[in-house]
C-alpha cells in the first residue's frame, strides 16, 4: 500500500534556505517496501520498480509500485550491493559472493531477464554490466578504484591519483559523457571519462546519484560522533547550487532517481517516493 502526503509547511520553510532545483510535488511512503533494515538499491528507467536490500548488501529484491509485489531475486551475500539495471528495465546485473571453509571466496555475476525469468551467469564484472549497457562506454569500480572500459579497452580514471585513494559511489551520466564519484576526506566531484575536467560537487555530499545531466542528488549527514543524528536528501546541479528536498522530521538517505521519481530509504526501515519537476 502506498501512503501519501503532500509537503508540510515546515519543509517548504527548511526549502527556502536553498535554491530551488527542483519542483517537489509529494512525497508518498511506500509501506510494503518498509521493513527493518531495509535499503534502497535502485529504481527502474521508468520508475515502475524499486530493487532493495539490506543495510549489509545481502539479498536483492524486486518491488513492484503498481501491483505492491515483492519479489525475491537473490538471498547471496552481496547481491545489493552495485546492482545494475537495463535502459529498458527488463533486465538486472547483480553479484552473488559465495564464502568457502578455506577462507576464500568467490563472486559470480547474475544477469536476470524479468519477463523471461531467466538467469544468465559470468564471472567478469565489466563484462556483465556491458551485457546490459547498451552502450560502448561501461563504468566498474574495483575496490575503490575506478576504470572505463571501452571499445575492448579498459583505463583506470583516478582523477587525485591512485595511492591511497578510495574512490566510492562512482556512476556515469545519463549522457554517459562524465563520472560522479566521491572520495572520503575530499567530497564528491563529477569528472570526463579520462578524469580530466574535475569539478567539485559538494564536500558534504554523500551516496550521489545523477538525477539528469546537470542535477546530482545526495544525502548530507549529521552525526554525533556515534551515531547518524540527521540526514537529508539534498540536490545540487552543476553551476554550484544545492538544495535540500526533505525536512527534518526523518533521516533520509539512499535516493535513486528515475523519470521524475526519487526514491529513497530513512534509517528505521521506511521507503518513500517523491514525485519532482
Known amino acids: 500500500m502506498k501512503k501519501s502526503f503532500l509537503l508540510m509547511t515546515a519543509c517548504v520553510i527548511s526549502m527556502l534556505a536553498s535554491a530551488q532545483i527542483l519542483e517537489v510535488k509529494s512525497i508518498e511512503q511506500l509501506s510494503d517496501a518498509s521493513y527493518e533494515d531495509a535499503r534502497v538499491v535502485g529504481v527502474s528507467p521508468n520508475g515502475d520498480y524499486v530493487l532493495m536490500s539490506t543495510g549489509s548488501y545481502q539479498g536483492l529484491k524486486r ?6 509485489k515483492m519479489q525475491t531475486l537473490s538471498k547471496a551475500e552481496g547481491a545489493g550491493f552495485d546492482a545494475q539495471i537495463s535502459k529498458d528495465g527488463q533486465e538486472i546485473v547483480f553479484a552473488e559472493t559465495t564464502r568457502h571453509a578455506d577462507h576464500t571466496s568467490t563472486i559470480k555475476y547474475v544477469r536476470h531477464n524479468l519477463t523471461k525469468k531467466a538467469n544468465k551467469v559470468m564471472t567478469d564484472k565489466s563484462t556483465a554490466f556491458a551485457s546490459i549497457a547498451n552502450s560502448n562506454v561501461v563504468l566498474t569500480n574495483e575496490g575503490g578504484t575506478m576504470y572505463i572500459h571501452r571499445n575492448g579497452k579498459s583505463i583506470v580514471v583516478a582523477p587525485f591519483g591512485t595511492e591511497d585513494k578510495i574512490y566510492i559511489w562512482s556512476s556515469l551520466s545519463p549522457d554517459q559523457s562524465k563520472i560522479c564519484y566521491h572520495l572520503g576526506g575530499k567530497g ?10 574535475n569539478q567539485l560537487v559538494g564536500r558534504d555530499l554523500l551516496c550521489p546519484q545523477w538525477y539528469d545531466n546537470n542535477i546530482i542528488i545526495g544525502t548530507h549527514e549529521r552525526d554525533n560522533g556515534r551515531f547518524v543524528t540527521a540526514a ?3 540536490a545540487y546541479n552543476l553551476d554550484g547550487a544545492v538544495q535540500i ?10 535516493p535513486y532517481a528515475a523519470d521524475g521519481k526519487i526514491v529513497f530509504n530513512t534509517m528505521d526501515g521506511k521507503t518513500y517516493m517523491m514525485t519532482v519537476k
Open 63 to 68: 518491488y513492484d509500485i503498481a501491483s505492491n
Open 188 to 197: 564528491t566531484y563529477v569528472c570526463n571519462l579520462d578524469g580530466s575536467n
Open 232 to 234: 537529508s536528501i539534498v
Open 245 to 254: 528536498l526533505t525536512n527534518n522530521d526523518m533521516i533520509a538517505t539512499d
